[in-house]
């Protein structure tokens, strides 16, 4: 059973910082992963998106990295600011028998950003 | 880029009523929908695959006659939670592919925040 488990769950930090977010799952074979943000009461925007045969994706600010054999992506936020705050869900997509392809999601982490 | 559109955002009523949620893909065709479930504090859980044409798919533990997908078009999923009670309370999301291949990202809706009293 896949399992996508996200440390920390909550981060603070004072504007300008530059921070990790940490993403682990339990299966390797997976297709992508996908890094989301949710602002409360919203639903979620896609940020990045790695294929499992690439290492690392970067939009703006942003640079995620994929390690497949260990399990493990990393969120890297540069110069942090306080519209980054939210909660940032990382998921991976895998196909099960019979051909469906289904997200797992693991339970985020909520940062603030204090200006 | 791809929008998904939910409606309605919010709903409050009484239990016992029947609650119909809908997702529209608004500029491209999604042969494929899904519906997820999110409790506070716990992680987006999938609920079902809407298959256009077909019947959806329920993952282990949802009741098919308490969600009851229909997925009559391209562009249109609904959700119908049947004589809704305070437990189903929650916030349901849907997404779409244009292509569900593991290749394309799931484009999602804005959430339903559905509250039973």
């Known amino acids: 059973k896949q399992e996508v488990t996200q440390i920390p769950a909550a981060l603070s930090v004072p504007e300008g910082e530059n921070l990790v977010l940490n993403c682990s799952f339990t299966?390797?074979?997976?297709?992508?992963l996908q890094w989301f943000r949710q602002d409360p009461g919203k639903g979620l925007t896609s940020l990045l998106l790695?294929?499992?045969?690439?290492r690392e994706q970067t939009s703006g600010r942003l640079n995620a990295s994929l390690d497949k054999s260990s399990g493990r992506s990393t969120l890297y936020i540069a110069a942090s600011q306080p519209g980054d705050s939210a909660t940032y869900l990382c998921a991976v997509t895998y196909r099960r028998e019979g051909g469906s392809e289904k997200l797992v999601f693991g339970k985020g982490t909520k940062l603030t950003v204090n200006p | 880029g791809a929008v998904v559109s939910q409606h309605p955002s919010r709903v409050i009523c009484k239990s016992g009523t029947s609650v119909k949620i809908e997702c529209r893909s608004l500029d491209f065709q999604a042969t494929t929908m899904f519906w997820y479930r999110q409790f506070p504090k716990k992680s987006l859980m999938l609920m079902a695959t809407s298959n256009e044409g077909s019947k959806a798919t329920y993952e282990q533990g949802v009741e098919k006659d308490k969600f009851l997908i229909n997925h009559a078009s391209l562009t249109l999923s609904t959700l119908t939670v049947t004589s809704a009670h305070p437990e189903d309370s929650s916030f349901y999301i849907c997404?779409?592919?244009?292509?569900?291949?593991?290749?394309?990202?799931?484009?999602f809706g804005d959430g339903t925040r559905l509250s039973i009293l």
């Open positions: 790695i294929q499992s045969s690439q």
């Open positions: 299966d390797s074979a997976i297709y992508n």
């Open positions: 997404s779409a592919s244009p292509r569900p291949d593991g290749n394309q990202p799931q484009h």
